[in-house]
């Protein structure tokens, strides 16, 4: 449409200077001695116009003329902009495919413009941990560090390391990428595990608080790395009285209560000698929860009142009239009471419901005690025979 428009403003210009030709009367004289020459007005007009024109041109492609170098520099330069963002996309595309050699190869060698240089290198780097090409991911982390991406680079340095099970090294990353970003999230993660790894429990502990106030772990990965922190920070303080018993009332209840916290406790407690508490830390948590690690456990601590341990045994033996453990650990306290006609019986009971090497064991120990080496050397065989099935 545009181009019929141009089109009709020119044809209308032509016709409006054809009839101006025809009808205007005026002339130019140009004199330059001895020579003169007359030409129409219109005429001159149109002379002086087309040399403005044909000046503006000539100029225009003087100044292209001019300029061709850079403009043939310039286009160089597109096309290789091209070329470059098209190896980039490439090498993304190889690492999205978990094509990890060409994606390496491709982002590994990529040179472009500064920002984009250190993203290209530590995607590398972790193409070349897939590969498991050390010396190459190192290369490429030294050489994101050096354009500009030092953060991404020591975030997956840390993790590598990890991976690798080296905790100590991965903390010097961690460190370092702190330093830049003290409360990045991901940071913050690793450097819990780590932590973990290396035992540090404290920190483990106050790095979980910061995590879980920032919404930062998935409930049940929270939930389950605060039992493991309350269980080492328990078998840490099992050296210290004082210590122990003010961090065990620090603990939530319904942690208190979860098997794994409570047999961390009940073992602490044990340690210092504070049977009766691990008694009552045992208890609580079977009132809550049954498990038979608890329960076996239960029959190792030597409380003021073994009568009481006995008659809270056998109170769970009614709600849990075939557990093999619970009656291997009444076993086990009527033993230490002497009491052996009930602890025969409630072994035999046991071993009727499900064999065990430990049962055999305890019913070899039993029969040797009564005299019997015959039958002990039977059990004991039997022992043997479920650890070497095992």
């Not at 403009?71 to 597109?78: A, F, K, L, P, S």
């Not at 602890?343 to 065990?356: G, K, N």
Request: proline residues 3%; hydrophobic residues 45%; contains cysteine.
């Amino acid at each position: 449409m545009r181009w019929l428009i141009s089109l009709l403003i020119i044809a209308v210009l032509a016709v409006a200077l054809a009839m101006a030709g025809r009808y205007d009367p005026g002339y130019v004289v140009l004199v330059y001695p001895p020579w003169r020459m007359e030409i129409s007005f219109i005429g001159f007009v149109l002379a002086v116009v087309g040399m403005i024109v044909g000046g503006i041109v000539l100029l225009r492609l003087a100044m292209l003329t001019l300029n061709l170098p850079s403009i043939v520099r310039e286009q160089r330069e597109r096309r290789a902009a091209r070329k470059r963002d098209e190896n980039f996309v490439g090498g993304l595309r190889a690492y999205a495919e978990y094509r990890y050699q060409d994606a390496e190869q491709s982002l590994g060698q990529w040179l472009g413009d500064e920002a984009r240089i250190g993203l290209a290198r530590v995607l590398a780097a972790r193409a070349a941990q897939e590969m498991r090409a050390v010396a190459q991911r190192e290369r490429h982390i030294q050489e994101a560090t050096e354009h500009g991406a030092e953060l991404a680079a020591q975030l997956f340095e840390a993790e590598a390391r990890l991976d690798a099970k080296d905790a100590t090294a991965a903390l010097v990353a961690i460190n370092r990428a702190k330093e830049m970003a003290p409360q990045h999230t991901a940071l913050l993660r690793l450097e819990l595990k780590a932590r973990q790894m290396t035992g540090q429990w404290d920190e483990a502990e106050r790095l979980l608080d910061a995590l879980i106030r920032s919404n930062a772990l998935e409930p049940g990965v929270a939930a389950q790395s605060r039992r493991m922190v309350y269980a080492e920070n328990l078998k840490r303080r099992a050296e210290d009285d004082r210590g122990l018993l003010e961090y065990w009332k620090k603990i939530p209840a319904d942690f208190k209560a979860d098997p794994w916290v409570a047999r961390a406790g009940a073992r602490a407690f044990m340690q210092r000698g504070g049977h009766d508490t691990a008694l009552d830390v045992l208890e609580t948590a079977l009132g809550r929860e049954w498990n038979e690690e608890l329960v076996a456990l239960y029959g190792e601590v030597r409380g003021s009142s073994p009568t009481r341990q006995i008659e809270q045994a056998e109170k769970w033996l009614h709600a849990q009239p075939r557990d093999a453990q619970l009656l291997l650990t009444l076993t086990q306290l009527c033993s230490v009471q002497q009491l052996w006609g009930k602890a025969q019986s409630y072994l035999e009971a046991s071993l009727a419901i499900a064999a065990s090497a430990d049962g055999h064991i305890r019913m070899a120990e039993l029969k040797t005690q009564s005299g019997q080496p015959g039958e002990a050397c039977l059990h004991y065989q039997k022992a043997l025979a479920l650890c070497r099935a095992q």
